[in-house]
């Protein structure tokens, strides 16, 4: 498959191609784990959509933008406060916010629930382990069938880059009832 890139060296656009045949071979032995046991509780979740893809895209660039405005010497300490303040509550809800949106159901032992509104709650007032112990499973889930980096290098100024590849896997994995 051909993408197009930009340099970031001197913005000329790029063609490179894309060995969909080593993504295939990576999603023919991956399973999808959807249960999440935490005593008593199960969580269940669902791959990313791609709105979900968009919000952790928004999470990446909130996070550049805490390093920029710690790294800017140029802007007063009262401002690089207020703005690392506002950054970092908008870098935790969105994170709140994608979590919540993968998962689909929760079991207790005194039953379920697919409610939204319940299931944000829930992981608003979740304890901090096991709101780690879903991120890091659907991060984990992800990173197993990414197509990751590639290295290329520019035909217009000869630099070298990795060029990232990200495809939309929402499609290929349903929630089973």
């Excluded at 950054?87 to 809800?93: G, H």
Aim: hydrophobic letters at 35%; glycine letters at 2%; proline letters at 5%.
């Amino acid at each position: 498959m051909e993408v197009g890139v930009n340099c970031p060296n001197c913005g000329e656009e790029n063609h490179y191609d894309v060995d969909l045949l080593a993504w295939l071979e990576k999603m023919k032995n991956f399973r999808y784990v959807q249960e999440i046991p935490s005593d008593p509780l199960v969580i269940y979740i669902r791959p990313y959509t791609y709105k979900e893809i968009t919000k952790t895209s928004l999470k990446t660039f909130e996070q550049q933008r805490l390093i920029n405005i710690v790294n800017d010497q140029t802007i007063p300490d009262e401002e690089k406060i207020k703005q690392f303040g506002e950054s970092f509550v908008k870098l935790t809800a969105l994170t709140v916010d994608v979590i919540a949106e993968c998962i689909w159901k929760i079991a207790s032992p005194d039953g379920e629930t697919t409610d939204r509104a319940h299931i944000v709650e829930f992981i608003n007032n979740v304890p901090k382990a096991i709101f780690d112990k879903i991120s890091d499973h659907i991060t984990d889930m992800k990173k197993q069938i990414e197509l990751g980096n590639q290295n290329v290098k520019c035909a217009h100024c000869s630099t070298d880059f990795e060029m990232p590849v990200e495809m939309d896997q929402s499609n290929f994995f349903a929630p089973r009832s």
